[in-house]
């Protein structure tokens, strides 16, 4: 069954400090991965997409990691900051047909005080 | 920001009641997608569309109905209002298809209560 895990669930960290958030999928055959950030009352908004051929994508203090292998990813935040605070979403694509679909993650709560 | 725009935001409407979720997109993507989202758990694809006229139903079974008569517009109907459909609605949209690494596009969602 193709599946997407993430955890921690939540996680609070204070501002300044770093974190790194953790997907594991069963998806297959793989297309890619994306990482979303969902502020609070508002629709996801992309981080980063990688191919099966990508190990690392960086997009400002955000940080992503694939390892293909092993079917796991890792969302680093760098220097976190109040406006961090917000849900991340793991998602994975597959190529089992011409039309890709979709696999959500129920994402990683991350809260940052100040 | 979002070029995807949903309105209304926020809806609060009784049982039985026929309503329409209205989406619109400035980009021009042929790709546009209904997704459900409860908190704490994954989206879920209702309704997805590949161009004008064309509209698919998703994975989640769902007694919404959608139509796709201009590219830049996908509203979502529900003919007769349930608490179960009591949810956040989002709408995306799409460049190419997603296995070709396009990114989506979120709107801000519809929060839809009914009771």
């Known amino acids: 069954k193709n599946q997407v895990e993430q955890s921690p669930q939540s996680l609070i960290i204070l501002e300044g400090k770093n974190c790194t958030l953790q997907?594991?999928?069963?998806?297959?055959?793989?297309?890619?991965l994306r990482w979303y950030k969902q502020d609070t009352g508002r629709g996801p908004v992309s981080l980063t997409i990688m191919t099966f051929s990508e190990n690392t994508k960086s997009n400002g203090r955000y940080t992503a990691t694939l390892d293909a292998d092993t079917k796991q990813s890792s969302l680093h935040i760098t220097a976190s900051q109040l406006s961090d605070s917000a849900s991340y979403i793991c998602v994975v694509s597959d190529r089992g047909s011409t039309l890709g679909r979709l696999y959500f993650g129920r994402g990683t709560q991350l809260t940052v005080w100040p | 920001e979002a070029d995807i725009y949903q309105t209304p935001r926020y809806l609060v409407i009784g049982t039985g009641k026929k309503i329409t979720l209205e989406c619109s997109q400035t980009?021009?993507?042929?790709?546009m997608y209904w997704y459900q989202q409860d908190p704490g758990m994954e989206l879920h694809l209702i309704h997805y569309s590949y161009g004008v006229n064309s509209t698919e139903k998703g994975d989640l079974s769902s007694e919404s109905t959608v139509s796709r008569i201009r590219t830049e517009h996908f509203p979502l109907t529900l003919e007769s209002a349930r608490p179960s459909h009591t949810s956040q609605y989002l709408c995306a949209s799409s460049k190419r298809d997603i296995s070709y690494n396009s990114p989506l596009h979120f709107g801000n969602g519809t929060r839809l209560t009914v009771t």
């Open positions: 997907c594991n999928y069963t998806v297959s055959p793989f297309s890619n």
């Open positions: 980009m021009g993507h042929d790709k």
